[in-house]
């Protein structure tokens, strides 16, 4: 078990939302790149979405416009909206550092997209 632990997945029907949180002791999100990353059966972990610490973000072209990563430094956590999810969200998501961290990788969340 890493240092990082994701919550708020589940299973969502097309075009449906969720958020997923992680949660981290310390105040790493305050002064690190930060990243949400997926892995989908059968392909390699991918980074979707990162926010630097002065909040500036990217995304992968597949979530840009529905995905959005925040953080909320008070709380030590960090947040990943997804909006119109598609059945080829259907991955694990974990959070990380960027680059990330092979040790602080946590459990990940299980995010299902299927009418």
């Known amino acids: 078990q890493g240092q990082f632990v994701e919550s708020g997945g589940g299973l969502v029907k097309p075009g449906g939302s969720l958020r997923l949180s992680c949660a981290a002791s310390?105040?790493?999100?305050?002064?690190?790149?930060m990243g949400w990353y997926r892995q989908a059966p059968g392909k390699q972990r991918e980074l979707v979405a990162r926010?630097?610490?002065?909040?500036?973000?990217n995304y992968v072209d597949s979530v840009k416009g529905r995905f959005t990563i925040f953080r909320d430094t008070s709380k030590n956590a960090m947040y990943l909206q997804m909006n119109s999810l598609k059945p080829e969200d259907t991955a694990i998501y974990y959070c990380?550092?960027?680059?990330?961290?092979?040790?602080?990788w946590g459990q990940g969340t299980q995010i299902t997209v299927s009418s």
């Open positions: 926010i630097n610490s002065g909040d500036r973000t």
């Open positions: 310390g105040s790493i999100f305050r002064y690190y790149a």
């Open positions: 990380n550092e960027d680059p990330p961290v092979f040790a602080s």
